[in-house]
């Protein structure tokens, strides 16, 4: 928002424009936990690699969508009990990064409502 818009605006179109910026950062957030939790797959797939014979780097993209745990398990070379930890370790991870990001939205909501 340019000076111009701000000096020439109503309260209500400013707060519009914060909700909508906020709305852009969480999803570029997500965005961003999504493409680093990928990057840790692929990693942790690269990792297992030189320590463990018997795993093997995926030849092709690993599908996250896929439900199919035992399919998971034959393209990644761990057992499925593996995987359903690793599910639910990466599932905390995320619900604690939420965490932190409503709370970070909070402190600076609170800031903002010292300011006005």
């Known amino acids: ?3 111009h818009e701000f000096m020439h605006s109503t309260m209500k179109y400013v707060k ?3 909700e909508n910026y906020a709305k852009e950062m969480e999803a570029q957030t997500k965005r961003i ?3 680093s939790w990928l990057t840790g ?3 942790m797939n ?12 995926p030849k092709n ?3 996250v969508n896929t439900k199919d745990t035992k399919q998971m398990a034959k393209i990644t070379g761990k057992s ?3 995987l359903r930890q690793e599910e ?5 991870l995320i619900r604690q990064a939420n965490a932190n990001i409503a709370k970070k939205k909070e402190e600076l909501k609170q800031q903002e409502e010292q300011v006005s």
């Open 1 to 3: 928002m340019t000076d």
């Open 16 to 18: 519009l424009r914060i």
């Open 33 to 35: 936990e999504y493409q």
């Open 41 to 43: 797959l692929y990693v």
């Open 46 to 57: 690269a990792i297992a690699c030189n320590f463990n014979k018997h795993t093997k780097y």
């Open 61 to 63: 993209p690993v599908e």
């Open 80 to 82: 499925e009990e593996e």
């Open 88 to 92: 639910m370790y990466m599932a905390l």
